[in-house]
């Protein structure tokens, strides 16, 4: 089995590519939840659904968003009548996002309605939410706090990040779900996804790190040289006070880190990383990405087993 760390874009390209090397069912996802937001009743919880919706082949990946030719029909008539969204949804998506809040204010857990969605869409994959509490990553610009959501879609990204803030009522705790997914994973692989918004939400729930500690654990940097292969991870490690390429990834996780690889592009050498094309442009290219990383663990799992 091979668990993923995984935001909305970076990550889900790879597992693409892994879905030709492997069954479904030999994968499980640990995905980040800080970007989830709550509007006109409905639960958004886009990385999960990202996940959910590639595993269910619904996907629409030309923008990595979304249900493939969904329609917005009520977004539009909600703006034409005076109240617009935060975020636009397709009338599909929207159905899973008013489902999913539903079974919230049930009293089930996110894990819950997480494994039901799954299994109603038919995925064969295991995908579980990073935990169980309400995390929210906060974009601090200008003396406003805005939900990272705003930042993103609202503005485009359009603002100055003079912050990173994440809220929670309570510490975030790895449910043992997320735990055992790692425990017994053959390695565990953290994609091409956003360290500042993407990954780190995921670290910082309690028990995380001292679990990957103990297991092999593959990083594919996101950024080549200092551009980010996409989103705004540049402009967000910078507000962490950190420069915006691979070495400060690595750093950033280089307690756990057993592999970290870099793309063949990036003029920036790290000492140790393994160079391939991370560059996923397409599905033939995500593929053989993830038959090197395959074969890099095979080859651990070999010696390991020796």
């Known amino acids: 089995m091979i668990t993923f760390l995984s935001g909305g874009t970076g990550t889900p390209k790879l597992m693409r590519g892994y879905r030709t090397l492997i069954a479904d069912h030999e994968m499980t996802v640990i995905v980040n939840t800080a970007e989830d937001m709550w509007f006109s009743g409905s639960h958004l919880s886009p990385d999960i659904d990202t996940v959910m919706y590639l595993f269910a082949g619904l996907l629409d990946t030309d923008r ?53 969605l799954s299994s109603r869409l038919q995925c064969d994959a295991t995908i579980l939410p990073m935990c169980d509490t309400e995390v929210t990553t906060c974009i601090q610009s200008d003396g406003t706090e805005m939900h990272f959501q705003e930042y993103w879609v609202g503005h485009r990204g359009a603002v100055t990040i003079d912050a990173v803030i994440r809220r929670c009522s309570e510490t975030p705790i790895a449910t043992e779900q997320v735990l055992k997914a790692i425990r017994d994973a053959d390695a565990v692989i953290i994609g091409p996804s956003n360290p500042v ?30 551009i980010p292969v996409s989103g705004p991870a540049a402009e967000l490690m910078m507000a962490w006070d950190m420069a915006p390429n691979g070495q400060s990834t690595y750093d950033l996780y280089r307690e756990f880190t057993d592999v970290f690889v870099q793309d063949i592009r990036d003029p920036k050498p790290i000492e140790g990383a393994i160079r391939l094309d991370t560059l996923m442009t397409d599905k033939e290219a995500a593929l053989a990405l993830a038959e090197n990383i395959q074969q890099i663990i095979d080859t651990q799992k070999d010696h390991r087993d020796s």
């Open 64 to 116: 990595w968003w979304g249900i493939q030719d969904d329609t917005t029909i009520t977004s539009e008539f909600l703006e034409r009548i005076g109240c617009p969204e935060p975020v636009t949804l397709g009338d599909r998506d929207r159905a899973v996002n008013i489902a999913r809040a539903e079974m919230l204010r049930s009293g089930i857990t996110l894990t819950e309605a997480t494994q039901h």
């Open 197 to 226: 918004t993407s990954i780190s939400p995921i670290l910082e729930c309690e028990g995380v790190k001292e679990a990957l500690k103990d297991q092999f654990v593959i990083v594919i940097s996101p950024f080549i040289g200092d």
